[in-house]
């Protein structure tokens, strides 16, 4: 018998194009979930609480990738930075620096992704495009060698206004395919979660972050 995450997690991957890399948001979620997805195949899992990574990664197969999605306070990189894979939401230079000199500590490079600021709810965080060109221009961000900004992640307005969803996400898309003609090579636009993924697929993710509808609601006890 299939269970309900090993279904959910087939169907969404039959949905998906190879050139898109689904992120399973295992946030909240316990072990024996994730193991379960873990068994159905999957093996980038995103987390938003540094703590709660540290526990489930020192936990389960060390084969897996984790990616931080959630807010990043700068204090508490050094957690994660022996095996963190891909940080979604840096969005500051105080960061970028912070996540270099940890990742330096463990001979390691850190890919990240600036988060920019795409939403025109207040409460989202992210940069405005103008100063995400600053920093991956600037020199000071040239002498940064260990991490490797390899992308842009937006979340857009929690809104069932589909063509709001689609503005924002194709502003990022825009956005993203300038940088690389200034001869900067960003492979990775994390846009879309459960609810608007395959729009954002259509606008030109290439990475979507989608817990709900693979591991059900959440009821935020980890």
């Not at 197969?61 to 930075?81: C, F, S, T």
């Not at 929690?158 to 969803?165: G, K, M, S, Y």
């Amino acid at each position: 018998m299939i269970t309900g995450i090993k279904e959910n997690l087939l169907k969404i991957k039959q949905s998906l194009s190879e050139s898109v890399t689904l992120v399973a948001v295992s946030k909240t979620k316990p072990i024996t979930d994730i193991q379960e997805a873990y068994d159905a195949g999957q093996r980038i899992f995103g987390e938003n609480k540094i703590q709660e990574m540290v526990t489930k990664f020192d936990a389960l197969p060390k084969d897996i990738e984790w990616h931080m999605i959630g807010h990043l306070q700068r204090n508490k990189v050094k957690y994660m930075a022996h095996f963190v894979d891909l940080i979604h939401g840096v969005d500051s230079f105080k960061t970028l620096k912070e996540i270099d000199k940890q990742a330096k500590k463990h001979n390691r490079v850190i890919n990240c992704l600036l988060q920019a600021r795409i939403a025109k709810e207040d409460t989202k965080f992210g940069l405005p495009f103008s100063e995400i060109e600053q920093i991956l221009t600037s020199e000071e961000f040239s002498a940064l060698k260990n991490i490797n900004v390899v992308g842009l992640m937006g979340m857009a307005t929690f809104t069932d206004n589909q063509q709001q969803l689609q503005d924002e996400f194709l502003s990022l898309k825009t956005f993203f395919e300038e940088l690389n003609t200034q001869h900067l090579e960003l492979k990775t636009l994390s846009m879309g979660m459960s609810g608007d993924y395959k729009l954002a697929i259509e606008n030109g993710s290439t990475m979507v972050r989608i817990g709900s509808s693979i591991f059900g609601s959440r009821n935020y006890i980890t």
